[in-house]
């Protein structure tokens, strides 16, 4: 979930084939060049808690 405050609660889903090597920091205006690899397997999926949940499905009966 990104905390970031000009994309605030949008949620990513990681593409992963291995654990991440270490936190990623992204600052206000990206991430570092040092960081593209790493952050290239982040791929939005919603634009807020509330969508995500939405996407998850409906609640079971």
Known sequence: MDLR???YGKVYL???AYPPTGPLNI???GFA???YEEA??????AG???E???I???EPD
């Open 33 to 35: 060049q040092a960081d």
């Open 27 to 29: 600052g206000d205006t």
């Open 48 to 50: 807020s808690f509330e």
């Open 14 to 16: 990681r593409a992963h």
């Open 52 to 54: 995500f949940i939405d």
């Open 5 to 7: 405050p000009g994309t």
């Open 56 to 58: 998850l499905g409906p």
């Open 40 to 45: 290239s397997l982040y791929h939005s999926v």
